[in-house]
């Protein structure tokens, strides 16, 4: 099982690598996550109690970001910052009802949802509006990536008054791609 080769790895650092015939040695340094108890888990037998002694040398407990009012905004402009930085743009700034309305959600999602919503905020200031619209359905990721493509290949056609040859080499693709 997962928890016996995860046990094995922690006492003798030690792996073998999908496919491989030979272990190699490895030097880790485990930090996990879990939403469930443990040690209620140990109990039932559902986890091993040999792994959870391995893992529980300290416990942090992190409340969930609903709980942790100062949190949302702290992490909301270090997600919107680093999106800004990755897409070298001039970060975003949200306004006072966007503040007021990140800190009066519960984020069921935790972190992680809160973090996509910073994505979808950044994509929708650097896009416009219009490309991400507020309460639209979900897309297919490959729908949305097309939908992109298209703005982007348009906006380039646009800059480059309809020269095909030249809107490719500006966008570094070939000219039958584009």
């Known amino acids: 099982s997962m928890q016996v080769k995860l046990l094995r790895a922690i006492q003798e650092k030690k792996i073998r ?18 939403h469930k108890n443990l ?13 959870y002694y391995r893992i529980n040398v300290i416990e942090l407990k992190i409340p969930p970001l609903r709980d942790r009012d100062g949190d949302v905004l702290i992490l909301a402009e270090a ?18 009802a966007a503040r007021q309305q990140l800190q009066a959600y519960g984020f069921p999602g935790n972190v ?12 929708g200031h650097w896009l416009g509006p219009a490309a991400v619209a507020a309460g639209a359905p979900a897309q ?5 990536v097309a939908a992109f493509e298209r703005m ?3 906006q380039e056609l646009e800059r480059q008054d309809g020269n ?3 809107a490719a080499d ?5 000219r039958k791609t584009l």
């Open 164 to 166: 095909v040859v030249a």
């Open 79 to 96: 997600f919107l910052q680093k999106l800004a930085q990755d897409w070298q743009m001039t970060p975003p700034v949200l306004s006072a």
């Open 39 to 51: 040690a209620q888990m140990v109990d039932a037998g559902h986890f091993r109690q040999d792994l």
């Open 152 to 154: 982007v290949i348009a």
């Open 17 to 34: 690598p999908i496919g491989g015939q030979q272990e190699i040695a490895v030097d880790l340094r485990i930090l996990s996550a879990t």
């Open 170 to 174: 500006a966008l570094g693709v070939p």
């Open 140 to 144: 297919p990721l490959p729908d949305q």
């Open 112 to 123: 992680r949802e809160l973090a996509n919503a910073a994505d979808r905020f950044v994509l």
